[in-house]
């Protein structure tokens, strides 16, 4: 009769788990890049997760616990406190997923993507100090001041602050306003 009881218990927690990590899954997906039926998925799965951990933690705590968990339940609010943070974390570990995803392909298909140059070919740009005017640079966004370092592009006459631009072709061999290359 204990095990019917049990199995019993693990249907009704593990169905309210999965009714409201899919509800709650649901709305994260649609105001996430997921998508509302894989999110209404992956909080399926986390709610029943949640659920078995919930109906574990009845069996095995005092009374006193066994009753504030069981009030819980009948509000919802244990539901409520586990099933968040565990999608939460499931849409966390999808994300980085994705990224990783994303920049492996980026990198692996993305032959002509153009690499910094080195920093022997970034010290021989023309260098200059700003005497006359004040000119934005449009990597820091900070104004150069008269008698601060800046560097020209050769190929389009930009300027910039020289550690702005020389950090900027040292990863990128482009010009960061118009995309030129250097």
Same mark, same amino acid.
């Given at each position: 009769?204990?095990?019917?009881?049990?199995?019993?218990?693990?249907?009704?927690?593990? !169905?309210?788990?999965?009714?409201?990590?899919?509800?709650?899954?649901?709305?994260?997906?649609?105001?996430?890049?997921? *998508?509302?039926?894989?999110?209404?998925?992956?909080?399926?799965?986390?709610?029943?997760?949640?659920?078995? =951990?919930?109906?574990?933690?009845?069996?095995? *705590?005092?009374?006193?616990?066994?009753?504030?968990?069981?009030?819980?339940?009948?509000?919802?609010?244990?539901?409520?406190?586990?099933?968040? $943070?565990?999608?939460?974390?499931?849409?966390?570990?999808?994300?980085?997923?994705?990224?990783?995803?994303?920049? =492996?392909?980026?990198?692996?298909?993305?032959?002509?993507?153009?690499?910094? #140059?080195?920093?022997?070919?970034?010290?021989?740009? $023309? =260098?200059?100090?700003?005497?006359?005017?004040?000119?934005?640079?449009?990597?820091?966004?900070?104004?150069?001041?008269? *008698?601060?370092?800046?560097?020209?592009?050769?190929?389009? !006459?930009?300027?910039?602050?020289?550690?702005?631009?020389?950090?900027? #072709?040292?990863?990128?061999?482009?010009? $960061?306003?118009?995309?030129?290359?250097?």
């Amino acid at each position: 009769m204990k095990k019917v009881a049990y199995v019993v218990l693990f249907f009704i927690f593990s !169905a309210s788990g999965v009714m409201i990590g899919l509800v709650t899954g649901a709305v994260n997906g649609q105001t996430k890049e997921t *998508g509302m039926v894989r999110g209404a998925m992956i909080g399926a799965i986390a709610g029943a997760v949640v659920g078995m =951990e919930v109906l574990e933690s009845c069996f095995q *705590g005092e009374l006193l616990s066994k009753m504030r968990i069981f009030k819980s339940l009948v509000n919802g609010k244990i539901f409520r406190e586990y099933v968040g $943070p565990a999608i939460l974390k499931a849409y966390q570990w999808q994300q980085n997923e994705a990224e990783i995803n994303y920049s =492996e392909t980026a990198d692996m298909f993305d032959a002509s993507k153009n690499k910094g #140059l080195l920093p022997e070919n970034v010290k021989k740009l $023309p =260098e200059f100090i700003i005497s006359d005017r004040a000119i934005c640079c449009a990597i820091c966004l900070q104004d150069c001041k008269i *008698g601060e370092s800046a560097r020209r592009l050769l190929s389009c !006459a930009h300027f910039f602050h020289m550690k702005c631009i020389d950090e900027w #072709l040292v990863r990128n061999a482009t010009c $960061p306003i118009c995309r030129k290359d250097v």
